[in-house]
């Protein structure tokens, strides 16, 4: 098994599962786009992932926000509403018998092409929407291991050429940020900003433990992940200490526990650096327990989206 933060159990239901394709539900070796689409082609398009749990999307107006703040930036006119999003997705949840420990990504690109180019007028058709719902648990000795990342000279750029809060189909310099950490034998990049600032890692956002605080980047150079807006969130809850603030691989390498966050593995220890073993080389306690608190504010969610469908 491939190890890192994005380990899933294997899990064979998903060789049956149907795709969505611009309103149709197509079998996996069926669900295809054209050559011609704005996607393929020129990396023209915007996606989220969002996890189902005990038959919830739970943070789907955080994840909408964003998708649709993504469309106002690239200009691009996402033909639907929320609401409609959202049957569309329960349309596919509900046509794979799903419920529970599922992740789904939904992408939009800006449509057909006439021609390759990378010119929007050229686009003869509506946006392109494509939705994939998974089978997917994270793998728990997985998390219990941690991951080692490794600092990429990939930097993450500036916000006035592609920002990096763009969740956009346009990866591919983290891409290369993962193939050097991947060479230099450790599972995922952890990539520095303009000024040689900690910003992220190549797939999810970073975080360090010093003397019971916890520090995240100031998140100008970084996803706006919704995993790092509500670990940010429940340290507020629950009084710990916690700053999104500038801080070097001198901080990094003396903390005392590190850990990434994502949609699909919440929270995942970090235990090596650059070869450098961080605190004790173990899921720390802060992260632990950061980690427990994140999955009660999951709970919470389920409840008051029940509630609300009760109501």
């Known amino acids: 098994m491939i190890h890192g933060t994005h380990n899933a159990l294997q899990d064979d239901r998903n060789n049956e599962i149907v795709i ?27 996606w989220e992932a969002v996890r189902l749990h005990k038959g919830q999307l739970v943070f789907l107006d955080m994840h909408f926000d964003r998708l649709w703040n993504a469309a106002a930036t690239v200009g691009m ?16 949840l509900d046509a ?57 000279t990939i930097r993450r750029g500036s916000p006035d050429y592609l920002d990096p809060r763009l969740n956009c189909h346009s990866k591919l310099h983290e891409v290369q940020a993962l193939i050097q950490a991947l060479e230099a034998g450790a599972d995922e990049a952890l990539m520095l900003d303009i000024h040689g600032f900690v910003a992220t890692c190549n797939a999810t956002n970073f975080f360090i433990v010093k003397n019971d605080e916890v520090l995240t980047s100031t998140g100008q150079y970084c996803m706006n992940g919704i995993t790092r807006a509500n670990i940010i969130r429940v340290c507020r809850e629950n ?67 029940n509630n609300s469908v009760n109501a």
């Open 77 to 92: 006119d996402l033909k639907m509403t929320r609401e409609e999003l959202a049957e569309k997705i329960q349309q596919t």
């Open 20 to 46: 969505y394709v611009n309103g149709e539900l197509l079998p996996r070796k069926d669900a295809k786009i054209s050559v011609f689409d704005s996607g393929y082609l020129v990396g023209d398009g915007i």
């Open 96 to 152: 794979n018998n799903m419920s529970d420990h599922v992740h789904v990504r939904f992408m939009v690109t800006r449509g057909i092409k006439k021609t390759p180019s990378q010119d929007p007028r050229l686009t003869i058709s509506g946006p392109n929407l494509v939705i994939i719902a998974e089978h997917k648990k994270a793998s728990e000795e997985s998390k219990e291991k941690g991951i080692s990342l490794f600092t990429s």
């Open 239 to 305: 009084g710990i200490p916690c700053r999104e603030t500038n801080f070097s691989l001198f901080d990094v390498y003396g903390a005392d526990e590190a850990f990434v966050t994502g949609s699909f593995g919440g929270v995942t220890p970090v235990v090596k650096i650059d070869g450098r073993q961080i605190g004790n080389g173990k899921f720390g306690n802060m992260s632990r327990r950061l980690s427990g608190l994140y999955h009660d504010l999951i709970e919470r969610e389920v409840k008051r989206l």
